[in-house]
């Protein structure tokens, strides 16, 4: 009844939640944090009264942004200094009087929107600090954009992709341990990822053809010559932004099979910065009209990047590109400076927060409810059990796709007790959980537990991965935890995904040649008295298909030809792409060898995909002949193979001991095969 005569008081003006407890009350506060305006608190309340919300209410800081107006017929002197100790800013008694309840209601929110219009004013000379060191970025990076021909939104364009990614990876994993203030510096560093374009001759740099091998080397060497006018800068060189970008410059060319330039860097030892920007640069330059090129479609673009066709990435960074990819075109199309304005905005309210005189200002609250949806987003996006322990009061939030995944409620009161958690988590599973989170200390905050857990009405071992939270009391209070819960079937399957994409060649589907070695080494340890062949075979005249139809139908011939090896041989045979054009081939035989090699060499040769003949030529070694070294075993079979190409291609030989002394006596090099 006291809420409804409040309700009928004030609904005309605001918009009205309510709650008929304290726990309710701190649920929504928990939810909707600074979103509320103001808090119409009684003291007496079922299962938590109106003293215990403003504890917790002072404990996570929520009194300092959210006003209290305390409403009670507990009038007594006690009650009113304790509630204006706890931080309340004004006491209404009832039974209520509607014009003092709207008189105060009012001053009490234009007295708040007062302080939030001088926050703002600090943040407003904060912010456009932050917009101009952004501004001269970008006229810096955009001179060459101007050079390139390129269009003035290439800059915005990566700097919003790159922020996209990070915030989807630090979602996915903490393996690079990326701060919000990592993720503003490298979306900003990216900008300057060309910067060494600036020495490459317009010749070079605007040439509307094909690149010649001796322009493409001066055009790689744009990303060398970026890093050094990083290292160049007379004064601020050990600058984080500067050593960031320095990175980025000098390694945004480098891919994860090392194959990239300048330096031949593979994997993580590529810093994850360079990775991000890479493949943002990647998509964009696909996306986007070049003086060499047409644009190709988001949805062309997206799976030519999965497919490999643009280099190889992290296969962590392809699902996250994965994650995004339906977000892409819209973000894009939007005025890219709001992206980078959204930045600029998240370092504003870094540097608000080292002033604790200042409370948050509507530049804060806006920037805080974006992060909350963003938040939401990519929690129902990751598809994960995540949730939010609280000790005060004992009160579990889960987020809404592991909510509806388990079939209970988002908030869950008491845990260890409810009837909805005993019906995921025994009451041994809970307590267990909970005792392991308390046992934590603030430097070794996280646990990991496993457990069965009812998941979508069947019973599932789980992993709870949670990372308990302390006060900063001393000693620490333990108040809680944050974490997720993974159904292991469903990550294994993932991880089973992860480790294809690591073992196999990204193009043709075939292993890579790293995971045949050692397949093969496996083989031979595993029956070393067995009769082994190892051939090594490239496309004959391989580079007139990209050069006449250009690389995409080059890479469609090399899947074709993948295909045709993969029905020529049986199961128990290892084929692989050992690079480029040249595949390998590892098989077991008995009795006579020569007509197993020339029926698969057959099935291979004679055929065309769309009009371009297909002729390979091939070098084949024995273990019966070489020993069952496998460095020994691959070097004849190129040995063979390089015989068959100076005499003319299109066949196949085996290896003997005379290859060796020809191959002595041969000159020139034959450059033309790796």
Known sequence: MNRSILADMLGDEYDILEAENGVEAVAALQK????????????VMPEMDGFGVLTIMNQQGWIEDVPVIMISSESSSAHMERAYNLGITDFISRPFNALVVHRRVINTTLLYAKQKKLVDMVANQIYEKERQSGLMIDILSHIVEFRNGESGQHVLHIRTLTELLLQNLVLKTDRYQISRSDIALISTASALHDIGKISIPGEVLNKPGRLTDAEYEIMKSHSVVGAQMMDNIPVHEDEPLVQVARAICRWHHERWDGRGYPDGLKGDEIPIS?????????????????????????????????????????????????????????????????????????????????????????????????????????????????????????????????????????TVMDPVGNAEALGILSGESLRGLSAALRNTTPAQPVVKFDCLANIGGEERWSKIIARATWSSDEPPQYTGAIGKAIDIHESRMKLDALERMASHDTLTGLLNHASAKKRILERM??????????????????????????????????????????ESTRGADIAARVGGDEFLLFLEYRGEFEHVISRIFDSLSGCSYENFPISISMGVSRTEIVGTDYDTLFHAADQALYTVKRSGRGTYRFYDESMQKMLSVISPIDESHP
């Open 32 to 43: 909707y944090g600074m979103g509320i305006g103001l808090v119409l608190l009684d003291i």
């Open 274 to 410: 360079a990775q991000i920007v890479a493949l943002a640069d990647v998509y964009d330059a696909l996306t986007s009209e070049r003086c060499y090129k047409k644009a190709f479609p988001h949805d062309t673009a997206v799976q030519m990047i999965l497919d490999g066709q643009c280099g190889a990435f992290n296969p962590l960074l392809m699902e996250c590109l994965t994650d995004v990819a339906d977000q892409l075109p819209e973000v894009l199309s939007c005025d890219s400076s709001e992206a980078v304005n959204r930045m600029e905005l998240r370092s504003v309210a870094q540097e608000m927060h080292r002033h604790e005189e200042l409370s948050a200002s509507e530049r804060t609250l806006q920037l805080l409810e974006h992060e909350r949806m963003k938040y939401n987003f990519f929690a129902t996006m990751s598809q994960e059990i995540q949730f939010e322990y609280t000790v005060s009061p004992p009160m579990v939030t889960l987020n809404a796709w592991g909510a509806k995944r388990l079939g209970i409620h988002e």
């Open 525 to 566: 340890e595993e029956k070393p008295d067995g009769h082994y062949a190892l051939a090594i075979f490239d496309l004959d005249h391989f580079k007139s298909a990209n050069d006449n139809y250009g690389h995409i139908f080059g890479d469609q011939v090399l899947k074709f030809l993948a295909a045709k090896l993969c």
